[in-house]
């Protein structure tokens, strides 16, 4: 059985930088694609960033303040937030997809798997 496990999130001030790990089993790991999406209350869920085993790719609302990158060791996906700015609260959730390509979705049907979340607010 597949779990994903998100961890990180907290209250930050605008400015400030959090990290948010994902922690998953019951999977290869480096045969899945990891996405970050994230959902303010009241709007769709959103892609934030995703990574393969070769690339990653960035929502341009966090592109030059998000770093996603991936751990196959510890089978952890990891999300460094810097430069925060109130409209990244929103709650964080981490997605897994099986897939023998590359390709980095963007939509949240593509995924098959997901975590249960991580609040992330930013105070300004």
């Known amino acids: 059985q597949v779990h994903l496990v998100e961890s990180g999130g907290g209250l930050v001030q605008a400015g400030g930088s959090l990290r948010l790990s994902c922690a998953a089993s019951?999977?290869?790991?480096?045969?899945?694609?990891m996405g970050w999406f994230r959902q303010a209350l009241g709007k769709e869920r959103e892609f934030v960033s995703g990574?393969?085993?070769?690339?990653?790719n960035h929502a341009d609302s966090v592109k030059g303040r998000f770093t996603i990158s991936r751990d196959s060791d510890k089978n952890t996906v990891y999300l460094q937030m810097a430069s925060l700015k109130p409209e990244d609260t929103a709650v964080y959730y981490c997605?897994?997809?099986?897939?023998?390509?590359?390709?980095?979705?963007?939509?949240?049907?593509?995924?098959?798997?997901w975590g249960q979340g991580t609040q992330v607010t930013v105070s300004s």
């Open positions: 997605a897994a997809r099986a897939t023998g390509t590359g390709i980095i979705p963007t939509d949240i049907a593509e995924y098959d798997y």
């Open positions: 019951g999977l290869t790991f480096r045969r899945y694609v």
């Open positions: 990574i393969s085993w070769s690339s990653a």
